[in-house]
C-alpha cells in the first residue's frame, strides 16, 4: 500500500484556527461599539437613504456630518477608550461597592458615545446615524442650505437625508400617544402654520397609510384651529417614516424648495426659483420665450437672426460690392456688346440667305 501523501506543516508552527475563534473575534470587535446596535423607539437621528451602497453611504455621511457638525457644534472632544474604574478594596459594605461600579461603568459607557453612530436600521439602502447632543433638524437643515447656496455636490451615494427627531413603537395607537406631546412645539397656539403630511412605510404591512395620515391630521388640528393644510408649498412638512415595527418622525421645514431633502436634487436647482415665472420652469418654454423677449426687446437683432436666402444671382451682385477695375473693364465693354450681337446677326441673315 502508498504510503499517506502527509500535509505540510502550517507556517508558524501552529494548528489551523477554527471557525469559533473567528467569531469570538467578530463578537470582540462588535462589542467596542456602544449603546443601541439597532433602530428602536427613543432614538434621533438622521435617515439616510442610498444607491445600492450602504458601506459607502455610511462613510460619506459620517463625513459630511462630522464637517458640518464641527461647524455648528464644535470639534468633538474624545476620550480614552480604555478607562480604568475606580477599585473598591478595602470597603467592608459590597452593596456600596457594587453601585459603585455600576455607576462607574456607566460613566465611563457614556463619555464613549460618539456624536454620530450608524445602527441597523431594518430596510435595504437605509441607514440610520444615531445622533447625540445635537438636533437633527438644524444639522441637516444647514446642510442642504449651504448645498443649495454653493451648488457643490457633496457626495455621490447619497440621496435623501432626513432628521428624526424622535421614534416609537409602529402601532397606531403608540403613534397617535407620542404624536400628541410631539408636534405641540410646532403647532400647538400661539404657534400655527400650513403643513401637510408625507408618508413612507418599509417592511411593514399592518399600518394603514390612510388612518395615520388621517389621525395625524386631526391632531394639529385640535392643536390649533388656524393650522390649515398646504400641498403646494407649506411651512412645515411632518414626516413619517416607518421600518418595521418602528415609526420615526420629525417636522421640517422648506421641503419642496429642498426637492425633499434630495442632496443630489438640490444642486441641481435654480439658485432662486420662487422668482422664475412658473413657464420658465420648463425646458422648451424656457427657450422660445427667450427668443421672442430678444426679438420683441430689439427687433434689429431678430432680423439679423434671421437667414435670407437670395433667390437668383442679381441679388447676391446687389449684395456683394463690385470692384473698381471689374466696372471700369465693363464700362469699356458695354459699346462693343451691341455691335458684336449685330455682326453676328447680319452673318447670319446672309448665311440663310
Known sequence: MAAPVQQPPQPGGGKRKGKAQYVQAKRARRS????????????????????????????????????????????????????QLSGSEGEDDVEAALKKEVGDIKASTEKRLRRFQSVESGANNVVFIRTLGIEPEKLVYHILQDVYKTKKRKTRVILRMLPISGTCKAFLEDMKKYAETFLEPWFKAPNKGTFQIVYKSRNNSHVNREEVIKELAGIVGSLNSENKVDLTNPQYTVVVEIIKAVCCLSVVKDYMLFRKYNLQEVVKTAKDPSQLPPKLRNGKEAKVETKDKLNQNDPKEGENNQLVVPQNKEELGETKPRPETQVEREEGAEPELPSRTQEGSRSNENDLS
Request: glycine share 10%.
Open 32 to 83: 467596542d461599539v456602544v449603546g443601541p446596535r439597532q433602530l428602536e423607539p427613543g432614538l434621533q437621528g438622521i435617515l439616510i437613504t442610498c444607491n445600492m451602497n450602504e458601506r459607502k453611504c455610511v462613510e460619506e455621511a459620517y463625513s459630511l456630518l462630522n464637517e458640518y457638525g464641527d461647524d455648528l457644534y464644535g470639534p468633538e472632544k474624545f476620550t480614552e477608550k480604555d478607562q
